[in-house]
């Protein structure tokens, strides 16, 4: 006979509307394993923990910077005011935990059973989950801890757990995703051990709901169990294949491979269902039994609320940009004239400027090349720069959001939401043209002159040159993760290990055999470097610049990075570090760069993001390959016949009539109008299109007298005063016939 919780914590959890048990979609280390990005790249941790819904508030990570809001009860909503930037949140019942740029966790809210008491010697981590009374961390070192409520055993993780990947806090249980893709749990029996299913799959991701658990198996399916009471545990049949999930109270959401979400469970009685209109999300967190929050493909942050002490998702939160003004307002200029305009955004910050000179990209994905760079945006768009003789820096236009993009030597490739690959550039070894059956990925690297994906079921597809010489072994097991080099590949595989094929005249596709476990690999021209399970860098391959051969003093990393003779990795306290060649400064971050969450190197440059999503490079820089572009408006003018408009938002007038000037930066527009009209003749004082004794009469009436500046149409010979000779020029220019007055 199951053992029940005790009445008294039945009724706190009644009375306060549940926990939900994942805060976020995607797994913080787990996701970039099946999202390895490009054969320039690697980092263990993708974009989980930027959106987390709580019992009764939810909490958003933007920028570096945490925002809350719903019921603030026990102050679970209000941040200290010292956080500064942070990498990721969690929203439990009634306290909010944040990792720190410095790997340190801080929590506030609801402490009556200690959740929100940092252990003092817990020390860096890598990712924290906020359940009900209780909060897990996994370490540096792999190893899980939980402090707070511990009546049913959810803050004390077995003894033999072994190095995890990711964890999740629930109500009365906790989960975690071990380094061999296997789920343990622990905590209440009836939500945990005795219903965890004997016949898993390999497992890429897992949320712990309430009552309920949920994992996504290597093939992209999904499998539940626990308490279905509410039909949580039974997804719809038509489910499909899926990216990830979030166990809420008493309902499930995933998102599917196409970028959409789909909900059930507690909803069919009550309003659980995301919003038809919610369109393509990267991030997702299901709430109490009828709440839930996403980030959608746009950056635009979603949430649907139906049950108690929640309020709408703050209006600064569903758009980046409220409003743009374009002045002046309807101007005038003569043909051939100029009129500049400027489009001034307020933000959702209430920040007021002036966007004309542009704002710098905010990404959460970059990736050097050979000579360009590429970046997904916080809105899923791509930018790319540099060198471009190939095209491989023209995303195409009609490419939709993207969730990931690799820059190879002339080519580069995006991962659609939807999971369809798309590349650009040189095609010369068909290297930019995926096969046609190639399926929906979760991850595409572009090398020099070949592309590997790996597809949702695991497997690795490739093209371009010398695919049969490529040489991954054909019986691979189910794939995390690929990187294409420059003539060879690698892989890691759902257990860890690392398979390599192809050229191997260096070394580069023989990985050691004390390897191990890693996170991911990332490969260079001819030498490859991965993180082992512990944080430590190994690298192997062509060492002649040292680009094989990480510092001794190298903390430990949770990125690294293999180029052309250089390599660089990200620490766990954000600092980027490099070794190898820096004949163009490839090899020496910038000093400013402050804590980072990504780092890519190409051939002479590198590139990273900070915490607060904005691009830095450094290196060669020859072709604007280190120069990242800048957000700035687009100008249109309505009638281009009547009035131009270029970048700058400079108009020219062309001829005469009235067209619309508009300015439009990430979807929200602004208007004007120019008027332009034809030149006037010198002597045209009333500027009636004509020349006649009116106009003449008015220079005489003002004879003897200043002109008004240097540009008085009256004073005709710039003498600096209106005379009748002034007037008597411009009865020359005349042609009607009753232009001349009488003369005193």
């Known amino acids: 006979m199951l053992a029940k919780p005790r009445i008294s914590e039945w009724f706190y959890w009644l009375l306060c509307g549940c926990v939900l048990g994942l805060l976020c979609l995607f797994n913080f280390d787990s996701l970039t394993l099946a999202f390895a990005e490009n054969s320039r790249m690697l980092t263990p941790y993708g974009d989980s923990g930027k959106i987390s819904e709580g019992g009764t508030h939810s909490c958003v990570v933007q920028a570096g910077v945490v925002r809350c809001w719903g019921s603030n009860l026990y102050g679970q909503a209000t941040p200290f005011a010292d956080l500064g930037l942070v990498l990721s949140v969690s929203a439990g019942n009634n306290h909010t935990c944040v990792v720190q740029v410095n790997r340190a966790v801080r929590c506030w809210g609801r402490n009556e059973r200690s959740q929100a008491t940092v252990p003092r010697d817990l020390g860096p981590v890598l990712s924290l989950s906020a359940g009900g009374l209780h909060t897990c961390a996994v370490q540096v070192n792999r190893a899980v801890r939980c402090w707070g409520s511990n009546a049913w055993g959810q803050s004390r993780p077995p003894e033999n757990l072994g190095p995890v990947v990711s964890v999740s806090a629930a109500t009365f249980h906790a989960c975690a995703l071990l380094v061999d893709r296997t789920v343990r749990c622990w905590g209440h029996d009836y939500f945990s051990k005795e219903t965890l299913p004997g016949d898993l799959a390999p497992v890429v991701s897992l949320s712990a709901g309430n009552t309920h658990t949920c994992v996504v198996q290597a093939d992209r399916t999904l499998r539940c169990w626990g308490d279905d009471d509410r039909g949580a545990v039974t997804p719809p049949r038509d489910l499909g294949l899926i990216e990830g999930v979030s166990a809420g109270s008493g309902h499930t959401c995933v998102v599917q491979v196409d970028g ?383 009035g131009t408009v270029d970048d700058d938002g400079l108009a020219t007038g062309l001829t005469s009539g009235v067209t619309d000037i508009s300015a439009e930066f990430f979807g929200v527009s602004g208007q004007t109008s120019l008027i332009v009209q034809a030149p006037v003749n010198a002597c045209d004082i009333n500027q009636d299109q004509i020349v006649d004794r009116t106009d003449i009469g008015l220079i005489f009436a003002a004879r003897n007298t200043p002109a008004m500046d240097a540009d008085d149409p009256r004073d005709q010979n710039k003498d600096g005063t209106i005379t009748v000779t002034d007037g008597r020029l411009c009865v020359l220019a005349c042609t009607n016939p009753r232009c001349k007055p009488s003369v005193p």
């Open 260 to 642: 959409l979400v789909r909900c059930w469970g507690y909803g069919r009685f009550y309003s659980s269902m995301a919003p038809s209109d919610l369109g393509p999300v990267v991030s997702l967190s299901a709430g109490d039994s009828f709440n839930g929050c996403a980030v959608l493909a746009t950056g635009v942050v979603r949430c649907w609320f139906s049950g108690m002490f929640r309020t709408d998702t703050p209006a600064d939160l569903t758009k980046t940009l409220d409003s743009l003004v374009v002045m002046p307002v309807a101007p005038t200029v003569r043909i051939g004239g100029t009129q500049a305009f400027t489009a001034t955004g307020t933000f959702k910050n209430n920040s007021i400027q002036k966007l004309n000179a542009g704002l710098r990209l905010v990404a959460s994905t970059v990736s050097a090349g050979r000579g360009h760079t590429c970046s997904v945006q916080s809105d899923g768009t791509v930018r790319c720069w540099g060198d471009n003789r190939r095209g491989q820096a023209t995303p195409p236009s009609d490419l939709a959001p993207a969730v990931g993009v690799s820059a190879g030597g002339l080519h580069s490739c995006a991962v659609q939401v939807d999971g369809a690959v798309r590349c650009w550039g040189d095609n010369r070894s068909e290297q930019s043209n995926p096969p046609s059956g190639l399926g929906p990925v979760v991850g595409v690297s572009a090398g020099t002159v070949h592309t590997c994906a790996v597809r949702v079921d695991g497997t690795v597809g490739c093209w371009g040159e010398s695919i049969g010489g490529i040489g991954l072994p054909q019986d691979l097991g189910l794939v995390l993760a690929v990187s294409a080099g420059d003539f060879y590949s690698c892989v890691v595989q759902v257990d860890g290990t690392v398979h390599c094929g192809g050229d191997n005249t260096e070394g580069q596709a023989t990985p050691p055999r004390d390897l191990g476990m890693v996170l991911g690999v990332s490969t260079g021209r001819a030498h490859s470097c991965a993180i082992q399970m512990d944080g430590v860098v190994r690298c192997w391959g062509d060492n002649r610049q040292g680009q094989a051969m990480p510092p001794k003093d190298l903390g430990l990393a949770v990125g690294v990075s293999a180029g052309l003779f250089q390599s660089c990795a990200v620490q766990v306290d954000g600092a980027v570090r490099c070794w190898g060649a820096n004949t163009h400064g490839q090899a020496i971050p910038p000093q400013d760069l402050g804590p980072a969450v990504w780092v890519s190197t190409g051939d002479f440059h590198s590139c990273a993001i900070q915490v607060d999503g904005a691009v830095r490079c450094w290196g060669a820089n020859t072709q604007d390959q280190a120069t990242p572009p800048v957000n700035r408006p687009k100008w249109e003018s309505s009638l281009s016949g009547v």
